[in-house]
């Protein structure tokens, strides 16, 4: 009634808590900027999603992003040393981060990193860190992310823009534009 556009808590993975804002309709909807899981409770009224270049320094809403994609990697969230050194990368332009926004909230997420190509002679984008909130998914905003950073890409002067993804991503992958397979990548993580 007062022109709030989401409502949003988190519970502090309390079974309890959680039961209880399900049964209000509210949906799990990732992680806060502290690792908190979310629920959220789905907008009813349509709004246009926007994709833009994060510019200046990274604030909460990113931290917020990168924690759910940690999660649903089954990865721990960011710690203040970690959030720092993301920030830094990010300040330094070791990485670069597109949101797509729902008005003033962003509800997903990729990044671009660059390598040199030996096969063009040239940089080279590679895409990572793409995630969407789940209330927010099969809504059109991952071609628009993806076009987004990819005409960026272009505007830099990149050759290519590159995902590495597992076998059961490629279909989607192909679905935004990723055609060309160049063959498999191990890695040694160390």
């Known amino acids: 009634e007062n022109g709030a556009l989401y409502a949003e808590l988190n519970y502090g993975n309390d079974?309890?808590?959680l039961r209880f804002w399900r049964s209000l309709g509210f949906r799990p909807n990732g992680r806060d900027e502290w690792g908190e899981p979310l629920l959220i409770l789905p907008p009813t009224q349509s709004r246009p999603v926007t994709a833009e270049l994060l510019s200046g320094l990274p604030d909460w809403q990113l931290l917020k992003l990168v924690n759910g994609y940690l999660a649903e990697l089954g990865r721990e969230p960011l710690s203040e040393e970690k959030a720092e050194q993301l920030k830094h990368a990010v300040l330094t332009k070791k990485i670069t981060f597109f949101l797509a926004k729902r008005g003033s909230r962003a509800v997903g997420m990729c990044s671009v990193v660059s390598a040199f190509s030996?096969?063009?002679?040239?940089?080279?984008a590679i895409l990572k860190d793409f995630y969407i909130e789940p209330v927010f998914r099969k809504i059109g905003i991952a071609p628009l992310l993806v076009r987004t950073a990819r005409q960026w890409c272009q505007e830099q002067g990149f050759s290519s823009l590159s995902v590495c993804c597992v076998p059961c991503e490629e279909a989607m992958y192909q679905s935004l534009g990723f055609q060309t397979r160049l063959g498999s990548i191990w890695s040694c993580l160390l």
Request: hydrophobic share 20%.
């Open 15 to 17: 079974e309890r808590r």
């Open 118 to 124: 030996t096969f063009s002679c040239q940089e080279a």
